[in-house]
């Protein structure tokens, strides 16, 4: 019996780790030799820099011709490209559009729950483009959020001024029901100062990134720039939400951080240094909290209970979605925010009326079920594994994937009282930071694990 060729190896290991789903890429790999095949990581990251950029300034319809057109030019790319390893993160997301798919067949209205399930894809598209782009030119990650940071600081700088122009805008923002009546929030180009809080949360993590990686004097100052002034834009939206994401954003890249430049030290300083920088993160907090007036305020009314009508008002959502769950807890009701609006009057109390679950966990369990929410905490486990394990790595993406962290705990805590990540001027950068870890390499376990599957099908190659 003859020795295969190494070639034919290589082919026999490829079909054995790329799932069958996906072997439909590269099926014009061998004629794709065109100017537009040689151009098609330029002309991605033209769009997806437009794109992201254009996030919060862009009409809705501009938004979905740059959307549309990124999922056009992952499907030209995945044709002229054999695929690659799929991936934790990746196999979490086919596993959550699987779900949607079932949802969306067994939904009470179809039609409504199928418009849902095509923006889902579109966004796949998205995730699917910059996945592609980062993995095959990693420099794109600068340039995006090079983009990313000249949309916000436009953005920002609008909303600040908005503070020095007729007020009268703005004060239909104040709820005169709340223990925060008479509060002026900014909301900048995007009409919500709730919205614009979402929008600027995951940002901040990697401009703090940016400028930390970025060498040299006038990027870091961009950078620089884009961290204090959408900073401070985000806490004159007085989103509660929003703040406490940014806490948990910057606090945890600071932590991680921390833990990164520790890897070195002696043990005993490894353990103490986290520790006292939280206590002094923490005693930061309530000082400032103490002191200022206005965020006593605005915290004050988290611990309210009903007596603040926001927290009454989602308290009495949040009921009327746990019954939508009771009553289809397996297949949901389907994606999207048409087949909500349908369904969700048929749970809610009186002059309760609202356009989402206000709450990430139970948005997944309203929309799919009790998978659908597993599938959610499968995604988070998942990439939250993949960024940490680039603590004690020397990867040239290991910064990116910690502020890709951090951004992932920031919208996780905004998430839990409120659904603004649904919106595509936020959920797009989610998925950004996605792809910014579903590029990096394996974690150990799962490398080692790859190593030996690949031996063996060499080995039973060549023997056979």
Not at 58 to 68: D, E, F, K, P, W
Not at 132 to 155: F, M
Not at 342 to 354: E, G, T
């Amino acid at each position: 019996m003859s020795t295969p060729t190494a070639h034919a190896i290589a082919s026999a290991e490829r079909e054995g780790q790329v799932p069958w789903l996906l072997r439909w890429q590269g099926l014009f790999a061998r004629s794709a030799a065109g100017p537009l095949a040689r151009n098609l990581p330029l002309l991605s990251g033209l769009v997806l820099c437009a794109l992201m950029a254009g996030l919060p300034l862009v009409t809705r319809a501009g938004l979905s011709l740059l959307i549309l057109s990124s999922g056009l030019l992952w499907l030209i790319w995945a044709l002229c490209t054999p695929a690659g390893r799929l991936g934790r993160i990746s196999g979490w997301l086919l596993v959550m559009l699987a779900l949607a798919v079932i949802s969306t067949g067994f939904s009470p209205v179809p039609v409504a729950a199928a418009k849902g399930l095509l923006k889902l894809l579109s966004y796949l598209g998205v995730y699917a483009l910059m996945r592609q782009l980062l993995a095959s030119a990693p420099l794109w990650w600068d340039r995006i959020v090079a983009a990313l940071l000249g949309g916000q600081l436009i953005t920002a700088v609008i909303g600040i001024r908005q503070l020095y122009g007729d007020s009268s805008a703005l004060a239909r923002w104040s709820d005169p029901n709340s223990v925060a009546e008479g509060t002026v929030r900014i909301y900048s180009t995007l009409d919500n100062p709730n919205l614009l809080a979402g929008y600027l949360l995951p940002i901040l993590p990697l401009a703090a990134v940016a400028l930390l990686r970025w060498q040299r004097p006038m990027a870091r100052l961009y950078a620089l720039s884009a961290l204090l002034i959408g900073a401070v834009a985000l806490l004159l939206t007085y989103s509660r939400g929003g703040w406490l994401g940014m806490v948990g954003a910057l606090g945890s890249l600071a932590l991680l951080l921390a833990l990164r430049a520790s890897r070195h030290w002696s043990p005993l300083l490894r353990r103490l240094f986290p520790l006292l920088l939280l206590l002094g993160g923490g005693l930061a907090l309530v000082l400032a909290v103490s002191q200022i007036e206005p965020l006593r305020v605005r915290v004050l009314s988290l611990v309210a209970g009903r007596e603040d009508s926001s927290n009454n008002f989602r308290i009495n959502v949040w009921m009327a979605a746990l019954q939508m769950v009771q009553d289809r807890p397996w297949l949901g009701i389907g994606p999207g925010n048409a087949i909500f609006n349908l369904i969700y009057p048929l749970y809610q109390q009186p002059k309760f009326n609202a356009l989402s679950a206000y709450s990430i966990p139970l948005e997944l369990a309203v929309e799919g079920g009790i998978p659908g929410l597993l599938a959610g905490l499968g995604l988070l486990q998942s990439s939250l594994r993949q960024g940490l394990a680039q603590l004690r790595r020397e990867h040239p993406q290991a910064l990116p994937a910690l502020g890709a962290v951090a951004t992932i705990v920031g919208l996780c805590v905004q998430g839990l009282t409120d659904t603004i990540f649904f919106r595509p001027e936020v959920q797009l950068t989610g998925w950004f930071c996605l792809a910014t870890l579903a590029t990096l390499p394996p974690t150990a376990a799962a490398a080692a694990s790859t190593t030996t599957t690949t031996t063996t099908t060499t080995t039973t190659t060549v023997d056979g």
